[in-house]
């Protein structure tokens, strides 16, 4: 089969002509031993907070350095902002903007954008229509991966490879004339296995990124009564564990050589089905796996959006937003830093393999290690981690944390074991003063004292009245009340851009805009510079500035009421 998949890959590579398309029938045994292998592999291996330069880099558009964007449909994500990433469609060729609330959420947010574009044939593609679109969406001034033609291996779209690819790259070619634009070519998970997605995959000049719909689901075409066999094909029920869904693809790009971010450009976790099943056992490890697992795995992974949607009829749902334990893990996985919760944000760590070689500096005396647990059929696995032999945590759930307090163990070489599901694995760590690493003596050199957060001080902002929340609290410095910028201005009806080159952050309302750069004196509104007493500056990836000449920025007026530490504005 392999070497089937590779001729046709080969000609589809090289722009084969386009014709009726003859598929070659699969060895149903091959593939059915391969998933086998998939679902049966062990995954056991512990997991530090690595240094983000750690991470793999493919330069390609809107690639993060490091770290992953965490989306979810944006009409649907409210109780789980702020995040990385929306999700949002674009339906064949009669839609030529955004739908609402959508369009509002993005124009308003600091956010990236997946773009899923529905084609329902490739009869309809109007070329002058997806130049339309693009022109405006690009009126959004907003970082946008644009999901061409997805599941075309599932769809009439795959009908023909040659032709699929042919459309793929003229929709690319367009795509690509915009800087704030990246293609991405997204496949389902499974699909039709008689039409492996290989077949479809139109060359790496016309491809930023990599995505895959990845969706675990309990019952395969929502039959109660799924057979064995077609959960393995389909890695259904038993089975359904993003980290294995997504190692087809894995595969793939690895055989091939394709070094290409990837994404799950949209995908979730079965929740309840329309014959009123309780899920809650089998779907919240799920989840876990889902939102912890594979970023520890696959630090590729570099976004990922949930399809939280309320859908009616029969089948599956994936809606979380009613169930608050599914809502409770979901904004927990959500807050760990490896995730990018903006769109100019980095990560404070990614995940690394513990054995990586990397000193690994205590906050507090903590180290925090994670473990990924996968065994086959075991979805209530416990996590023991020992030290020299000595019991020192148990995990009950993904990502199995344990905090390990360094300044308990004395300097020099110690044995840290995990233990799950009968096997154990041992690991040799070097602890020095503040200092640990695995497999070797820490480098003191690298080590730096990481600076205390920093304090709320208990401030309040009234905007016309209403308080304001933030995730990053107004701060006070050298005397001066510093707020979120961006959190400050938007509430205003502000629009905000954040150019991370320069770090400079420029906000436009009508016919007013204001630019800010950190570390700068200075505050420019319409090019007029306005010194500041205190300079912009960054506060958990949150630009800080005094909160008088931003609101005078757009003419409000601003006053402090220092009994209640309340700053007040109104506009």
Known sequence: MKKIISAILSLTLFGAAAGAYNFPEPDWGALLR???????????????????????????????????????????????????????????????????????????????????????????????????????????????????????????????????????????????????????????????LDRPFEYYYPGDEYVDWVGISCYMTKYFTNEQNTKLVDSQYFMTGDYAWATNKIKPLMKFLSDYGIQKPVMISEGGVARYNSFGDDYTGWHEPRLRNMLWNIIMKYPQVKMINYFNNPMNGHGEHYYITDYPESVNIFKEAAANGAYLRSADAAPDFVFSPANNGETLAARDGIVKLYTLAYFANRPDVTVTYKLDGVWIHEAKNIPYICNFDINSITDGEHTLTIEAAGQSKRYQLYKRGNAMCFGKEPDLSAVQTPAPAPQDDGISVLLNGKTLSFDQPPVIAEGRTLVPLRAIFEAMAAAVDWEQDTKTATARRGRVTVEITIGDNKIYKNGTPTELDVPAQLVNDRTMVPARAVAEAFDAQVGWDGGSRTVTINY
Not at 80 to 89: E, Q, V
Not at 100 to 117: C, F, L, Q
């Open 34 to 192: 391969e998933r086998k292998t998939m679902e049966t592999s062990t995954d056991f291996e512990l997991y530090v907070e690595g240094n983000a330069e750690s991470a793999p880099y493919y330069g390609a558009k809107l690639e993060p350095r490091a770290g992953t964007y965490l989306g979810m449909i944006a009409e649907y994500s409210e109780p789980f902002l702020p995040l990385g990433s929306y999700l949002t469609y674009v339906q064949d060729f009669g839609q030529p903007d955004l739908y609402y609330p959508a369009n509002k959420m993005i124009g308003n947010d600091n956010v990236v954008t997946m773009v899923g574009w529905t084609v329902s044939s490739l009869d309809g593609i109007n070329y002058d229509a997806i130049r339309e679109v693009m022109n405006n969406l690009s009126a959004y001034n907003k970082p946008m991966f644009i999901r061409f033609a997805n599941e075309m291996n599932c769809s009439p779209l795959g009908d023909d490879p040659d032709r699929y690819v042919q459309a793929f790259r003229n929709a690319a070619n367009i795509v690509h004339e915009y800087p704030n634009f990246a293609v991405v070519w997204s496949p389902n998970d499974m699909g039709a």
